[in-house]
């Protein structure tokens, strides 16, 4: 069960502000949204000089360099400031590996789609705005920051069930986190998402990836012919509702080898404490987005013909991995 901060004595104790909760991230992601921290990762810069250079209000920009120096993002040297150490790991250089600041946009971004929630609750429908309002790159570059912590514990449990694949799909593979680690494995990787963001990692991809195979399409319709040895599917199954999802592993098993692996990554109900609240981020963003219990994913799998399904708890996240095989 997750600890309810409200229902504990402390609330309007020390904690109140809560310097780890929505004031931080709010403060951190108009940083990057402005512009703040990529200047300041550019060169040290006093508070007027940035203000000017991002058309920023001069009063409003020296409020929050001070509060982002009180949390250890900045350090002021003779009047010029500058990105801390640590700071330039995450907030320097958007395309660098341990780069938050697409994340910290997606949550930003979250917390307005959570505030709609009493009109959710009216209609049962997310309120207009689609999902990529932050655009498909801010999206798939946030998803990528999460799949980095999972990656490498997928790929050991593919290949620890299924030594002997050498292809692998990756069904809504975003940036191709997973495609990478599989091809870095010597399997033949294919990336599958929607063409708008295929287009976002083509030429990136194309470049450090040359062998990875990517693919445009909607998987609710169809999928890259196979045969695939494996197939992954991070992330996917709680965008869409039980029809979907029972017809895509269906889609699934009719391009897998005989003897195929699919691998489901997500939060399953009952199992992740973080599952019925990622419930909720899915109502105020889908039609028909949750997520879903073992029982379900069990039932789904053995109608499009899996046997031997397990899940396993994923250590570097509070999620499952859902894998079965055909015969
Ligand atoms: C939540 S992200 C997960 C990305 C990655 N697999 C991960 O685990 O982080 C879902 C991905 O599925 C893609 N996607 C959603 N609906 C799709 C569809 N109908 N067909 C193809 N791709 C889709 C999205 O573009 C996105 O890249």
């Known amino acids: 069960m997750k600890k309810s901060k409200y229902l504990t004595d402390s609330y309007h104790g020390e904690n109140w502000f809560e310097p780890g909760g929505w004031q931080e991230l709010s403060l951190v992601a108009a940083s990057v949204k402005t512009g703040i921290f990529t200047a ?57 590996r341990g780069y938050l600041g697409w994340a910290v946009l997606h949550s930003s971004r979250l917390v307005e789609r959570w505030l709609t929630l009493p009109q959710v609750l009216e209609t049962g429908l997310p309120v207009p705005g689609d999902r990529f309002s932050e655009t498909i790159e801010g999206f798939i570059r946030a998803m990528d920051v999460y799949a980095g ?27 191709g986190t997973v495609s990478k680690v599989m091809s870095d494995r010597g399997l033949s990787a294919t990336l599958f998402d929607i063409p708008e963001a295929i287009e976002v990692i083509r030429a990136e991809t194309e470049q450090s990836y040359p062998t990875i195979d ?6 609710n319709e169809a999928l890259p012919q196979g045969p695939y040895d494996i197939a992954f599917l991070g992330n996917v199954t709680h965008i ?13 098993a009719d ?18 404490v973080s599952a019925a609240f990622f419930g909720i981020n899915m109502l105020v963003n889908s039609s028909g987005g949750g ?10 799998l053995t109608d499009a013909g ?5 899940i396993v708890d994923i250590e570097a996240r509070d999620q499952q991995l859902i894998m079965g095989r055909l015969d």
Do not use: H
């Open 291 to 300: 997520t879903w219990t073992k029982v379900q994913y069990i039932d789904w």
């Open 306 to 310: 899996f046997k031997n399904i397990e």
């Open 240 to 252: 869409y509702g039980p029809e979907k999802n029972q017809a895509l592993f269906k889609r699934v």
């Open 255 to 272: 391009n897998l080898s005989p003897g195929g692996l699919i691998a489901i990554l997500d939060f399953v109900r009952g199992r992740s």
């Open 214 to 219: 990517l693919v445009g399409g909607d998987f």
């Open 149 to 175: 912590a999972t990656s490498m514990e997928v790929a050991d449990a593919c290949l620890t069930r299924a030594p002997e694949a050498k292809t692998v799909l990756d069904i809504g593979g975003a940036t």
């Open 40 to 96: 300041l990762y550019r060169e040290p810069i006093g508070a007027a000089d940035l203000a000017r250079s991002l058309a920023l209000d001069i009063r409003a920009v020296r409020i929050v360099l001070e509060a982002l120096a009180e949390l250890g993002y900045v350090a002021e040297a003779t009047g010029l400031y500058s990105l801390t150490k640590v700071a330039v790991e995450r907030f320097g250089d958007p395309l660098a």
